[in-house]
């Protein structure tokens, strides 16, 4: 009897499939903290460690796409906490977790902000080298955001001192640390750039904890550099911190003191300069004047009375006169010996041109006589082609009794059959034209039947 009533039993993977269904039911949503053990890395990407506290431990398992998102590789032993679907390995009941997302514990946390701000701005070419300004040789004024208790802006300020004491400094004063702190540097270096009142500003701090300097890692103090109109100079913490600050201002210094010295010129090597120029310049200005006055001695050596100068000249114009004189005579005592010779010359190479006269006229009686001879013959063809020309010359035939009939365009009409009746003509004859119109039409009769 009592068989009837004990109820059946449940395969085991019933019982896991059971046991998975609630667990994922109960334990959505949840974040497990612990401490990364028996870390493996499969070839596929996927991720198996365990999550362990001091009292117990949990098997996860993490796929290749949620790893990729992983601001850092996760290491054997670090804090971390996880979210995911808490549920059982049905094929070996085993309790894991399956890990849809990561994030670092404590200080972790802020290191991971850190790297995913510092890879967005990467990505914006925040930090590109190119977009870097130079600094200012000797800039009129020197800003500095900082905190007014600040030992680093006792350092700032004595460094300035020391090596730029006619160059003002003013200060833009701001906590440094503290809860709201960034927004607050941000707008010490917003009104900075907005007044505009110095040529370079230094952004720094003295050292501290990664808490301590944690303000210069936030997004506001890091765009607020970024849109900066003047040159900045980060000089936050000691040399072996580095801040986001760091990477977008223009120049990076190791300290507070550095970035002083990177900002103000050497007084003294300044001075040593301007000693050196003015050695360099009392030496050209000396050297200036030793030409100049040697100069000035060879001028006053040539200087001359204008009444020397005048004799001088006028006994050069006389010989001008006399040498202008002489070779015109010269000139033209040569020209005319040189005529002569051209005039004998010619009478030698005169050729005799009586024949050639003789036979020139003989030829123009001849041409003469040929032209006469050459009109007449012209004369008589021209006649003959007139008289030819005068027998079939159309007047000559209207003379004899012919006439022209036209039509109104002023056609010739040549046939009697493309006359209409009714159509008017012209008649030509030889003294004169006048008009007809055709008033019937008939056959024309044949010329034996007029008779």
């Not at 009586?354 to 006589?369: G, H, P, Y």
């Not at 009939?405 to 493309?418: D, E, F, I, P």
Request: with cysteine.
């Amino acid at each position: 009897m009592t068989e009837l009533f004990t109820p059946s039993s449940l395969s085991v993977s019933e019982l896991n499939a059971l046991a998975k269904n609630l667990l994922e039911d109960h334990l959505s949503g949840l974040w497990v903290a612990g401490e990364v053990s028996n870390l493996t890395r499969a070839a596929s990407g996927h991720y198996y460690f365990s999550l362990k506290d001091s009292r117990a431990q949990v098997r996860c398992a993490m796929f290749k796409g949620t790893a990729s998102r992983l601001a850092a590789p996760l290491k054997e032993g670090d804090h971390i906490e996880v979210s995911g679907r808490i549920s059982i390995y049905e094929a070996r009941g085993e309790f894991q977790i399956t890990v849809n997302e990561v994030r670092l514990m404590g200080l972790g946390r802020l290191y991971e902000a850190y790297e995913r701000l510092k890879a967005q701005l990467q990505a914006e070419g925040v930090f590109a080298a190119e977009r870097k300004r130079p600094l200012p040789e000797r800039p009129r004024a020197i800003g500095i955001v900082t905190s007014l208790a600040a030992a680093a802006l006792r350092d700032v300020v004595t460094t300035l001192r020391r090596r730029a004491p006619e160059i003002p400094v003013i200060v833009y004063p701001t906590p440094v640390q503290g809860a709201g702190s960034e927004l607050q540097i941000a707008q010490a270096i917003q009104t900075a750039s907005a007044r505009n009142e110095a040529d370079v500003l230094i952004v720094c701090r003295g050292g501290g904890s990664i808490e301590d300097l944690w303000a210069f890692n936030e997004a506001p103090v890091v765009r607020a550099i970024e849109h900066c109109a003047m040159p900045v100079v980060s000089g936050v913490g000691h040399e072996t911190d580095f801040t986001l600050a760091d990477f977008v201002a223009d120049v990076r210094a190791p300290t507070p003191t550095g970035a002083a010295e990177l900002v103000s010129p050497n007084r003294m090597e300044t001075l040593a300069k301007l000693s050196q120029a003015q050695g360099r310049l009392k030496e050209v200005l000396q050297q200036r004047y030793y030409d100049a006055s040697q100069r000035v001695d060879w001028l006053a050596r040539q200087i001359r009375h204008p009444r020397q100068k005048l004799g001088e000249q006028r006994v050069y114009l006389q010989t001008l006169n006399q040498n202008l004189r002489f070779a015109m005579q010269q000139n033209r005592r040569f020209h005319a010996q040189r005529l002569e010779q051209q005039q004998q010359a010619l009478q030698h190479l005169r050729p005799d041109i009586s024949q050639a006269k003789r036979e020139v006229a003989q030829f123009q009686t001849a041409l003469a006589q040929s032209f006469q001879n050459l009109l007449q013959q012209r004369r008589h063809t021209l006649e003959k082609q007139t008289a030819l020309l005068e027998a079939v010359s159309p007047q000559q035939i209207l003379q004899r009794g012919f006439a022209v009939v036209k039509n109104t365009r002023g056609q010739v009409v040549r046939s009697a059959a493309a006359l209409k009746q009714g159509q008017k003509l012209s008649i030509t004859f030889a003294d004169g034209e006048t008009d007809v119109r055709i008033t019937r039409e008939q056959a024309q009769a044949d010329l034996f039947d007029l008779a």
